[in-house]
């Protein structure tokens, strides 16, 4: 994706990603995106990682933290993405676990986590 017209293109809204076209996403994850009302790319940045996580977290689909390192990554820096292995590694691991445990402790139990904040 590091291709400047398809930057411009997807900028002037004549592209249209899909979530497995996301570096680190397929088809599987498309599916589980799908269940929790995530169906493009740009809902899934609009949702953020974060809250994708959690939401799939709270449906009892029970994703392992590579799930998480793969929305981060798959998001940033848009629309290349970075590796899951770097974000695991990286800087950013802390701040995402610690925003997930705060994102799930902000929540009524029951409640949806897009409604928590």
């Given at each position: 994706m590091r291709n400047s017209k398809v930057?411009?293109?997807i900028a002037a809204g004549k592209l249209k990603l899909r979530?497995?076209?996301l570096r680190?996403?397929?088809v599987k994850s498309e599916q589980m995106l799908?269940?929790?009302g995530i169906h493009t790319a740009d809902?899934?940045?609009r949702q953020g990682a974060v809250r994708a996580y959690?939401?799939?977290k709270r449906t009892g689909q029970?994703?392992?933290l590579n799930v998480l390192w793969a929305l981060a990554g798959a998001l940033d820096p848009w629309p290349e993405g970075t590796h899951w292995r770097e974000?695991?590694?990286g800087e950013a691991r802390l701040s995402l676990l610690l925003a997930v445990e705060d994102l799930e402790n902000a929540a009524a139990p029951g409640r949806s986590f897009s409604r928590a904040l």
């Open positions: 930057r411009q293109r979530i497995r076209d680190n996403l397929g799908a269940s929790i809902g899934l940045r959690a939401e799939l029970a994703p392992s974000v695991a590694r």
